[in-house]
């Protein structure tokens, strides 16, 4: 008797736990349904709870689309994954081709940096060419590391398809703005990868030369005051691509927004991050 009651009391206080949790998840629902959703310029967009993966808002989130550099995600997911924090990665000539003439920095072919160098170059002033050399220093050729990241996204339970590890424009290249949500809630678990993709200016040094980086786009981000993190892209195709990070009182978000205009792309991001915020 003694047991029985004992479990009884234990049930008692497990069904009152769970539904104060459901009585307060309806309520944060509630609340979130009962405003107006702001109307953005992007064509598709999502909003992920960066610790559950839960969506908070979305316009057309699953639409596979061009996903520009944002791609570069998936790329600095595989370095972090795959690349010892010593190990040197080499600037290669069939890489440096793909971006000739860079005004955004220019290495010499065989000149090398460290991984977390390398992530800076990627996503804080998102050199194309830097993506090609990471794709051949993992997997010896920019086909082979496609078909690693596309493998990746599998194990992520995402649909998203690459073409190459810098998001330029390709037939079979698309991501949805949810896939990329999920691949960036998984990368910026990395500290190097938030601190490139926080910085508007920082130093990288290769090999041959110690050097200041700038990307001062990304000071547009930080009208925001929850902001800490982004990465934009652009190409014809896609259009401007953003993926931003937000947190406020201990909660952190993702944004994505694709196929916006470089007049709206942040202030789509800015709009969908106050509404679930707020």
Known sequence: MFILKRWIHVLSITFLITGITYIT???KLSALSQKSAPLIKGRYAVVLDATTGEVLYEKDANVPAAPASLAKLMTALLVMEKVRPNEEIAITQHARNTEDGSAKISLRVGETLKRDEAIKLLLTISVDYVAESIAEHISGSGKGFAALMNERARELGIQATFHNASG????????SAHDLAVIAKEVIRYPAVLSAMHSVSTTVQTSAQYIEIHNNGRKELYQDPHAIASKSGHTKRAGYTLVTVDEKNGRRIITVVLQSN?????????????????
């Open 25 to 27: 998840n309806s309520v």
């Open 168 to 175: 330029a424009d390709g037939k079979h290249h698309h991501a």
């Open 262 to 278: 470089k007049e709206n792309a942040y202030k789509d991001a800015q709009k969908i991050t106050t509404y679930v915020l707020d």
